[in-house]
C-alpha cells in the first residue's frame, strides 16, 4: 500500500523538522501534492492517522494542497491546465510540452508547539 | 481493499476522519519547509545508483502490470544474449520464489525479494538485495518490479533507466488508464504482439497516440518475446545502453530516468522541469 509508505515517509520529514526545530509535538502538517506524483489524497489522509501513532505527529492536522497539473508548450509557448491523461497544449493541442507543475509530493508547512500544553 | 493494489487500505469513498489538533496548544511556531516526502527513499536510491556506477552496471527497472510478460521478456532476452552482457536480476513479488527460479534456470544470479503485502519495491529493499547481486561481474542489472501500474512509479529505486512494458492483451488505452506509470518511461515496450492477429481490438495507432496524450516522449518498441524485428531492436537498444553507462562511468557521470518524482522539488524551488 503505498499511501502507508508515502504517509510513513512523511512523518519521518515531520519528526526530523520538529527536532531540529525543538518541537514538544507537532500541531499541523501541510503538505503539496500534484496528480502526477502517482499517490491519491484520500488514500493519503487515511494512511496519515496510521503512521502518525505513537509519533510527534500523533495530534497533528494534515491539510493536503492539490497541485494542478500545468504544462509549457515547446511549440507555441503556452502555459495552460492539463489533464493527467492528456497532457497537450491547452492553446494549440501539441503534445510536445513540459510539465511545469503537477508533480509536487512535498511536505510544506510544519507548525509545532515548543512548550508543553499547561496541565489542567 | 484497495481497488489499485488489492492491499488492506479501503477505498476513499471510506476514509477515516483526520486526527484532531489539541485543544489547548502551548507556544506553536509555523516552519516553512519545501522537502520531498520522500527524500529518505531518494537518499538510499542515489546510493543504490553510486554502488551500479562504481561498477559500470546498468540498472533498469522494469514496470507494468501482472501478466504483462516481464519474466518472459527477461527468459528470452538473457538466452538470446547468450552471455554476451553479463545479467543478473532482482525480482520484486508479493510472494514466491518463481520467478527468481525462472531465471536462475536461464543460467544467471537471481535475488527474489518478497514484499509481503508492499505493493511496489522501494530503494532500501533493493539495497538490501544488492548484498546478495555480484555487482563487480555484471554488465546489466534488471530490476524486476512488482507487477502493478499505480504505486512503482513514485519510487526511485537508482535504477538509470525505467522500461515499461503494455502487452496486447491488456488493451490499446492502458496508457490513457494509468498516466503516470507509462510517463515515467524512457522505453516503452508494446509487448505479445504475436497475439495481435488474434486480438484485433488492440490498434497500435491507438496505443501510440494513447503515449503520446499522457506526455510520454520516449523511445517505443514493439515486440514479441518469441522473436523478430522488434526484439532485436530491444536487444540493440540494450546494448546501446550498456555502451552509455560504461561512457558515462568513465566520464564519472550518472544518469537518471527522464522522469523523476523529485522533479516536483525543483518545480517548487522556482526551477525550471527536470528533463
Redesign the interface.
Known amino acids: 500500500m503505498h499511501e502507508l509508505s508515502v504517509c510513513q515517509a512523511l512523518i519521518g520529514q515531520v519528526e526530523r523538522v520538529a527536532r531540529e526545530n525543538g518541537a514538544h509535538s507537532v500541531v499541523a502538517i501541510t503538505i503539496a501534492v500534484g496528480p502526477l506524483s502517482g499517490v491519491e489524497a484520500g488514500l493519503l489522509e487515511h494512511a496519515y492517522p496510521v503512521a502518525a501513532a505513537g509519533t510527534l505527529a500523533e495530534h497533528a492536522t494534515l491539510t493536503i494542497e492539490t497541485v494542478p497539473v500545468r504544462v509549457r508548450c515547446r511549440r507555441c509557448g503556452a502555459e495552460t491546465g492539463a489533464q493527467p491523461n492528456r497532457l497537450v497544449c491547452g492553446s494549440c493541442d501539441d503534445w510536445q510540452v513540459d510539465v511545469i507543475a503537477g508533480e509536487e509530493m512535498l511536505l510544506t508547512r510544519v507548525e509545532i508547539e515548543t512548550e508543553p500544553a499547561p496541565v489542567h | 481493499m484497495?481497488r489499485d493494489?488489492g492491499?488492506?487500505?479501503?477505498p476513499?469513498a471510506?476514509?477515516?476522519p483526520?486526527?484532531?489538533?489539541?485543544s489547548?496548544?502551548?507556544?506553536?511556531?509555523?516552519?516553512?519547509?519545501?522537502?520531498?516526502?520522500?527524500?529518505?527513499?531518494d537518499r538510499v536510491a542515489a546510493h543504490n545508483r553510486e554502488h551500479f556506477d562504481q561498477h559500470g552496471v546498468l540498472a533498469l527497472n522494469l514496470m507494468s502490470s501482472p501478466g504483462a510478460g516481464k519474466t518472459s521478456l527477461l527468459e528470452a532476452t538473457i538466452r538470446a544474449l547468450d552471455g554476451r552482457l553479463k545479467v543478473a536480476v532482482i525480482e520484486g513479488d508479493l510472494a514466491t520464489e518463481n520467478d527468481a527460479d525462472r531465471i536462475r534456470a536461464c543460467g544467471v544470479p537471481a535475488v527474489q525479494i518478497t514484499t509481503g503485502?508492499?505493493?511496489?519495491l522501494?530503494a532500501q529493499m533493493v539495497h538490501d538485495a544488492l548484498q546478495r547481486v555480484p555487482l563487480a561481474d555484471l554488465d546489466v542489472l534488471f530490476i524486476e518490479n512488482v507487477g502493478n501500474l499505480?504505486?512503482p512509479?513514485?519510487?526511485d529505486l537508482g535504477q538509470h533507466r525505467n522500461v515499461t512494458l503494455l502487452s496486447v492483451p491488456e488493451g490499446d488505452d492502458k496508457?490513457?488508464?494509468y498516466?503516470?506509470?507509462f510517463?515515467a518511461a524512457d522505453l516503452s515496450l508494446i509487448t505479445k504482439t504475436d497475439l495481435l492477429a488474434y486480438i484485433t481490438e488492440f490498434k497500435l495507432e491507438r496505443a501510440h497516440a494513447a503515449l503520446?496524450?499522457?506526455?510520454f516522449?520516449g523511445e517505443t518498441i514493439e515486440l514479441s518475446h518469441r522473436g523478430g524485428d522488434g526484439f532485436a531492436a530491444w536487444l540493440a537498444w540494450l546494448g546501446r545502453e550498456v555502451a552509455a553507462q560504461r561512457e558515462r562511468t568513465a566520464r564519472g557521470e550518472t544518469a537518471r530516468p527522464s522522469?523523476q518524482?523529485e522533479?516536483?522539488?525543483a518545480?517548487?524551488a522556482g526551477h525550471?522541469?527536470v528533463?
Do not use: W
Not at chain 2, 24 to 41: S, W
Open positions: 484497495c493494489c492491499c488492506s487500505l479501503g476513499a471510506q476514509r477515516a483526520l486526527a484532531a489538533a489539541p489547548v496548544p502551548g507556544r506553536t511556531e509555523t516552519i516553512e519547509v519545501i522537502t520531498a516526502i520522500l527524500g529518505e527513499n503485502n508492499a505493493c511496489h522501494d499505480v504505486c512509479a513514485s519510487f496508457p490513457a488508464k498516466p503516470v506509470m510517463r503520446r496524450q499522457i506526455g516522449q522522469i518524482p522533479g516536483a522539488a518545480h517548487a525550471g522541469p528533463r
